[in-house]
């Protein structure tokens, strides 16, 4: 029990101090462009737009530890952070845009217990999951390269080298570099997309890894040279703010 509880200690020491290291990217670097428009959800649509959903633009996000630890509750009906509704279960929301070689910085809060997604190109995957303190670290925890999923058994993916969260109810961020697939003249695939660096909390926790097709749940889209960001919403509440983009530059070594 004692070791546990150190290990818990040291990992979030570890995405605490990563989380005050520095500004966030897109302060501190050129090139970054907002995804939220601070007032609304304009430049972002439900992923069946002939269907209902209750994603909103909020002001503030609060997350009751004591008496609502597994929901979210937001203020406002404008703001520059968004919010998966009342209830927390929405479907998914996508892009206008469509991006090829990308990098992404995206803040997230869930409650207790809450899971989402991150999908890239709307087809690949960084999970988002309540995983604080967990040790065993697979393909379906926060911030893994989520699984394919064929002949009804979890396929590939990626476990996070080391658990970065924080606490639910904490906001916390993806920083992530991402290489679209490739395809010659006529159409025929010739790479395979490939997560190149993701950092969690400003912890590395994925480096090169291929993405041979679409992982689980994602949209019902061919692979393509460019394709929308989608963000889960049909798994539990979660929150956004701060995402930002630019064209794919240099990956940093460390």
Known sequence: MFRRSLLLFASVLVATLGLSAQDAPYLIQDGWKPLLNGNNLEGWHAMDPTKPHEWVAARGIRFDRMYSPKALSFVGSSGDRMVNGKNGRTQNIVTDQK???????????????????????????????????????????????????????????????????????????????????????????????????????????????????????HMEIPEAAMNSLMLQGDHGPVAFRNIYWRPLGEIPER
């Not at 217990?113 to 697979?138: H, R």
């Not at 476990?159 to 906001?171: K, S």
């Not at 695939?189 to 660096?197: I, P, S």
């Open 99 to 217: 991006f090829g070689d990308v990098e992404l910085y995206i803040e997230w809060m869930i409650p207790k217990g809450a899971n989402s997604g991150v999908y890239l190109q709307g087809l690949y995957e960084i999970q988002i999951l309540d995983s604080f303190g967990s040790q065993d670290l697979t393909t379906g925890d926060c911030a893994a390269v989520y699984h394919r999923w064929i002949n009804n058994r979890p396929v590939g993916g990626s476990a996070p080298r080391v658990n970065a969260m924080l606490a639910p109810g904490n906001w916390q961020r993806y920083h992530i570099w991402f290489r679209a697939p490739r395809f010659d003249a006529s159409g025929k695939k010739t790479e395979n997309a490939r997560f190149l660096l993701v950092m969690f909390n400003g912890v590395e926790v994925q480096r090169d890894v291929e993405v041979p097709e679409g992982t689980r749940a």
